[in-house]
Nanobody, 124 residues
Framework: QVQLVESGGGLVHPGGSLRLSCAVF????????IGWFRQAPGKEREGVAC????????HYADSVKGRFTISRDNAKNTVYLQMNSLKPEDTAVYYC?????????????????WGQGTQVTVSS
């Protein structure tokens, strides 16, 4: 059974940092593209950062470029999202996802497996 388990969310002040982790069970991460998506209240889910199976980063949302970094550790079967200089508009539920095609596109329809999400709240 495939499971993706996110952690690391929480409440942070504007300008602060968080690192989200996504532990993957039941599949070998090496062969999958990975993505981080988020959904804010009243908004559609959007792609934040995506990476191909060969570790090429394919997408950062314009709103996070220069502040967020996606990475993976295949030996640990874990995906990360380092988030710096957080803003209130980054508040959302963040999801990690795995894509068996390996392409890592920002379209969530490509992704086969999803985590349950972790809440990130940026507020003073």
């Amino acid at each position: 059974q495939v499971q993706l388990v996110e952690s690391g969310g929480g409440l942070v002040h504007p300008g602060g940092s968080l690192r989200l982790s996504c532990a993957v069970f039941g599949l070998t991460l090496d062969y999958y593209a990975i993505g981080w998506f988020r959904q804010a209240p009243g908004k559609e889910r959007e792609g934040v950062a995506c990476m191909r199976s060969d570790d090429v980063i394919t997408h950062y949302a314009d709103s996070v470029k220069g502040r967020f970094t996606i990475s993976r550790d295949n030996a640990k079967n874990t995906v990360y999202l380092q988030m710096n200089s957080l803003k209130p508009e980054d508040t959302a539920v963040y999801y990690c996802a795995a894509d068996s095609s390996g392409w890592g596109l920002a379209d969530e329809r490509w992704y086969d497996y999803w985590g349950q999400g972790t809440q990130v709240t940026v507020s003073s």
